[in-house]
């Protein structure tokens, strides 16, 4: 059983950044990959980054590439999202997760999800 909590969300205005963290309590395996994803009101959970645990492979979506860094530090079990230059189309809950069985950018294929963290740009 793993348990994901986010943090580091807030209120910025476009061009900001942000940095939000995914602490994870228990065994975290190498085969698993974590990811962020997001919601925004009325909207589908979208796919935004994955990061291989056991390697330095990373993923992103289009919409978020050049702008977004996922990253991790594994010995404290810990998922980060660093995202510059932040639009009002970035507005949502995002969500840290974990698949035990590889990367996929579909939310069904989630294990593991956090509670969210509000993320909101103001023009």
């Known amino acids: 059983q793993v348990q994901l909590a986010e943090s580091g969300g807030g209120q910025v205005q476009a061009g900001g950044s942000l940095r939000l963290s995914c602490a994870a309590s228990?065994?975290?395996?190498?085969?698993?990959?974590m990811s962020w994803f997001r919601q925004a009101p009325g909207k589908e959970r979208d796919f935004v980054a994955a990061?291989?645990?056991?390697?330095?492979?990373?993923y992103y979506a289009n919409s978020v590439k050049g702008r977004f860094t996922i990253s991790k530090d594994g010995p404290k079990n810990t998922l980060f999202l660093q995202m510059n230059n932040l639009q009002p189309e970035d507005t949502a809950v995002y969500y840290c997760?974990?698949?035990?069985?590889?990367?996929?950018?579909?939310?069904?294929?989630?294990?593991?999800w956090g509670q969210g963290t509000q993320v909101t740009v103001s023009s």
């Open positions: 997760a974990l698949d035990r069985n590889g990367y996929s950018t579909s939310p069904t294929d989630v294990d593991y």
């Open positions: 228990g065994r975290v395996y190498s085969s698993s990959v």
């Open positions: 990061i291989r645990w056991g390697a330095q492979t990373t």
